[in-house]
């Protein structure tokens, strides 16, 4: 109930928010699309005074408020991966939609990031998974559909649209998701549970379990599946 409650009220002033100014990125240098090469070449000096690793857990901000320190780096990087999810995660903390010293609101960076770098699986991914944190759920499928598409041989994009769609119980769907991401070699059985829960589980054929091939760690992105902000 707590947790519906929190979901209902950040989810009200995400929507008030939305209406307040959201203006699209500009580049900035140093600064630019975290995926890119290039780009990153300055991403060393906006987080070695910024985003440290006391302010990626929430710990302390460096120079300003958590929300200060944060912003800035999402000022410079829009996609930045873990700026995006600490932002998200700072503002589920202070069931705030816009935390303190943030210049926009939590679902404004991420509108900038995907306005900025649509090809970006992960910032998309990170979006979706504070979307169900807030009770969008629609919103969140939405932009897992999205990543889906972007990268349908992603694991982590399967297994959670599995979870969502076993949310809606629409378990044909989810059963599909399921079998493709552990298929890609997904390790957690959470979405497995589910289904059997149901009563929705088949075992994949033994063919498709001898030739399936172990997933390359560094293909997949660093951001949690979806059900973990939900606190399923």
Avoid at 48 to 72: C, N, W
Avoid at 89 to 94: N, S, Y
């Amino acid at each position: 109930m707590k947790h519906r409650l929190l979901a209902c009220t950040l989810a009200a002033c995400c929507a008030h928010a939305g209406a307040a100014e959201c203006p699209p990125y500009v580049k900035h240098t140093p600064g630019g699309d975290y995926t890119n090469e290039e780009d990153r070449s300055g991403l060393s000096v906006v987080e070695k005074f910024h985003f440290s690793r006391a302010v990626e857990t929430l710990t302390q901000g460096m120079t300003t408020s958590l929300g200060g320190d944060i912003s800035y780096t999402l000022e410079h990087f829009p996609n930045h991966h873990r700026a995006l999810a600490s932002m998200a995660k700072l503002g589920l903390r202070l069931k705030s939609a816009q935390p303190v010293g943030a210049r926009y609101t939590v679902n404004c960076y991420f509108e900038r990031a995907i306005a900025f770098a649509p090809h970006d699986v992960t910032a998309r991914m990170v979006y979706g998974n504070y979307l169900l944190a807030t009770g969008q759920d629609a919103a969140a499928l939405e932009q897992l559909d999205s990543a889906s598409r972007l990268a349908p041989d992603q694991a982590t994009i399967q297994y959670n649209l599995g979870l969502m769609y076993v949310k809606k119980k629409e378990y044909d769907k989810a059963s599909a998701h399921a079998q493709k991401a552990y298929a890609l070699g997904f390790p957690l059985p959470g979405l497995k549970n589910k289904l059997k829960a149901a009563g929705k589980w088949k075992e994949p054929p033994p063919a498709a379990v001898e030739t399936k091939e172990a997933p390359k760690a560094a293909t997949e992105p660093a951001v949690p599946p979806v059900e973990q902000p939900s606190g399923e």
